[in-house]
């Protein structure tokens, strides 16, 4: 089970900070990441992270902007938005995808390879 948590409304400029605990399954095997989806658009890639906490990628619209960590110990991840625009507003997933035959330093950043799906959180920029 994936949690969400974090969004709400901000500021064009603003900042924000999203979390994703989860439970239920061995977090440290798993590749975690964040997809978007706003509305009347297909859902996309914002970001994602291995299961050592390593190697992080982003969408291009995202470089520069984020920071994305994660707590194995804590079984919990924490992205941080800096710089929001308001083509940043979406409904904002967190997701897992498994890796333990792969190497630590594996990250996916299609959603095909992930099959644990957070219920969203909503990220409003106001202009």
């Known amino acids: 089970q994936l949690q969400a948590s974090g969004g709400g409304l901000v500021q064009a400029g603003g900042s924000l900070g999203l979390s994703c605990a989860a439970s239920?399954?061995?977090?440290?095997?798993?590749?975690m990441g964040w997809f978007r989806q706003a509305p009347g658009k297909e859902r996309e890639f914002v970001a994602a992270?291995?299961?050592?906490?390593?190697?992080?990628d982003c969408a291009d619209s995202l470089k520069g902007r984020f920071t994305f960590s994660r707590d194995n110990a804590e079984k919990t991840t924490y992205l941080h938005l800096n710089n929001l625009k308001p083509e940043d507003t979406a409904v904002y997933f967190c997701?897992?995808?498994?890796?333990?035959?792969?190497?630590?330093?594996?990250?996916?950043?299609?959603?095909?390879?992930?099959?644990?799906w957070g219920q969203g959180t909503q990220v409003t920029v106001s202009s």
């Open positions: 239920g399954f061995r977090f440290s095997n798993y590749v």
């Open positions: 997701a897992a995808g498994p890796a333990v035959f792969r190497h630590t330093s594996t990250i996916y950043n299609s959603a095909r390879e992930l099959n644990l």
């Open positions: 992270i291995s299961r050592d906490g390593e190697n992080t």
